[in-house]
């Protein structure tokens, strides 16, 4: 079984950035992680796609973190960040990270994060 475990998340101001980082660790190897993801879930909203990555770096971006989110990784480290600028009040949301190692997916906790001035 394959644990993510996010961190970086908090109170910030309209405008203000964050990173958020999410490691993922087993109690044996871990096989090669294919792509990993940062989702997003509102209060009162559906869980939505934020920003995916392959393990060859390509990525993709919901159209609302086109040009202020940058996701990257680390395969040494089983790492993948993603960096949040310019943070208006509609990212306030808990943050997943997600991987998936051939077809199986596993999720992180969340990390809560709050734009409000």
């Known amino acids: 079984q394959v644990q993510l475990v996010e961190s970086g998340g908090g109170l910030v101001q309209p405008g203000g950035s964050l990173r958020l980082s999410c490691a993922a660790s087993a109690s044996g190897s871990i096989a090669s992680i294919n792509d990993m993801g940062w989702y997003r879930q509102a209060p009162g909203k559906q869980r939505e796609l934020v920003a995916v990555i392959t393990r060859g770096g390509t990525s993709n971006y919901a159209d609302s973190a086109k040009g202020r989110f940058t996701i990257s990784r680390d395969n040494a480290k089983n790492t993948v960040y993603l960096q949040m600028n310019n943070l208006k009040p509609e990212d306030t949301a808990v943050y997943y990270c997600?991987?998936?190692?051939?077809?199986?997916?596993?999720w992180g906790q969340g990390t809560q994060v709050t734009v409000s001035s």
């Open positions: 997600n991987a998936r190692i051939i077809l199986s997916y596993f």
